[in-house]
């Protein structure tokens, strides 16, 4: 098999992991074949059904956006309150009045949390399912999302030049972790980038 040709000139597109996460290829925990998390079109969320066994998978089991819109029962100012992500369901959460200082119990409504949260252990952010495109290390591990994210790290990592972009925040190569910077570990991680990439 050819060598791949690299570039030795990686200049950062601003992307970030968000860029990525559109279409995410996981092991099914089911069949344990590639399945895909797929965004829904004009939302954050994304579902997961695997075309081999049809298995579905509910959003971050255990986290919910909690809401609350009421009165304060002491001088009806109007109370909102809006929390992405919480890990636990309650009859009432306790809530100071911004106008009057009073602090009532009140309750609020949960819905399942289909709020992405990013993580560092090879796992998608939608629903926790183990990435597909993953391997071992040392005593870190790579990953990608999708194939597309492996290519855009495959140009990062083989890259002898890595010139920023005018940007307003930190993009996803910047925030890679310093094994996947050093360039004692180039020609190891991209020979284990090419066993992944043909992985299929
Ligand atoms: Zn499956
Ligand atoms: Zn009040």
């Known amino acids: 098999?050819?060598?791949?040709?690299?570039s030795t000139r990686f200049k950062d597109q601003n992307l970030v992991l968000w860029s990525f996460?559109?279409?995410?290829?996981?092991c099914c925990p089911n069949c344990q074949q590639k399945a895909e998390v797929e965004k829904e079109p004009n939302s954050h969320r994304s579902k997961f059904c695997c075309v081999n066994c049809h298995y579905q998978h509910n959003?971050?089991?255990?986290q919910y956006d909690l809401s609350l819109n009421v009165y304060c029962s002491q001088c009806?100012?109007?109370?909102?309150?809006?929390?992405?992500?919480?890990?636990?369901?309650?009859?009432?959460?306790?809530?100071k009045c911004p106008a009057c200082d009073s602090v009532k119990s009140y309750q609020p409504t949960y819905k399942l949390?289909?709020?992405?949260a990013f993580r560092t252990d090879a796992k998608e952010p939608f629903f926790g399912l183990a990435l597909w495109y993953q391997a071992p290390f040392k005593d870190e591990v790579l990953w990608a999302y999708n194939a597309e994210h492996?290519?855009?790290?495959?140009?990062?990592?083989?890259?002898?030049?890595?010139?920023?972009?005018?940007?307003r925040y930190a993009t996803m190569v910047e925030k890679l972790p310093l094994f996947m910077q050093l360039a004692k570990n180039r020609e190891a991680l991209l020979k284990l980038l090419e066993r992944m990439k043909r992985k299929g």
């Open 1 to 6: 098999m050819a060598e791949a040709v690299h």
């Open 21 to 26: 996460a559109r279409r995410i290829s996981v």
């Open 59 to 62: 959003p971050n089991p255990g």
């Open 76 to 95: 009806a100012h109007r109370i909102s309150i809006d929390r992405p992500r919480v890990k636990s369901r309650r009859q009432a959460i306790k809530v």
């Open 113 to 116: 949390s289909y709020w992405p």
């Open 150 to 167: 492996l290519l855009y790290l495959e140009q990062y990592i083989a890259a002898k030049v890595r010139e920023r972009n005018n940007r």
